[in-house]
């Protein structure tokens, strides 16, 4: 089965900083991007980064430019956000997120369950 494992979260100081880590197993389509979402409480999904498996390409939220770098390792399909200089508004659920393509090119999108990143004032 396809399982998306998250790391890494907690509760940290502002201005501190923490590592997420997200490993992908069982998915045997080929893999487009990787990336992170987070979601805070009463507010919308949203892009934080994302990286294109093939080039190595990043895209990051406005709001973390600068802060967080995600980078990733193709031969253990894993992910990392490496956040620096965290904010409270930083707070949130933040999302695993794995793009792939089926042999009829059609897509489909896995998600990890979430971890909690918890930044106080």
């Known amino acids: 089965q396809v399982q998306l494992v998250e790391s890494g979260g907690g509760l940290v100081q502002a201005g501190g900083s923490l590592r997420l880590s997200c490993v992908a197993s069982?998915?045997?389509?080929?893999?487009?991007?990787m990336g992170w979402y987070r979601q805070a409480p009463g507010r919308q999904r949203e892009l934080v980064a994302s990286i294109y498996r093939s080039s190595g390409t990043t895209n990051y939220a406005d709001s973390v430019k600068g802060r967080f770098t995600i980078s990733r390792d193709n031969a253990k399909n894993t992910v990392y956000l490496q956040m620096n200089s965290l904010k409270p508004e930083d707070t949130g659920v933040y999302y695993c997120?794995?793009?792939?393509?089926?042999?009829?090119?059609?897509?489909?999108?896995?998600w990890g369950q979430g971890t909690q990143v918890t930044v106080s004032s």
């Open positions: 069982g998915i045997s389509f080929s893999i487009n991007d």
């Open positions: 997120n794995v793009n792939v393509k089926t042999l009829a090119h059609i897509p489909y999108t896995y």
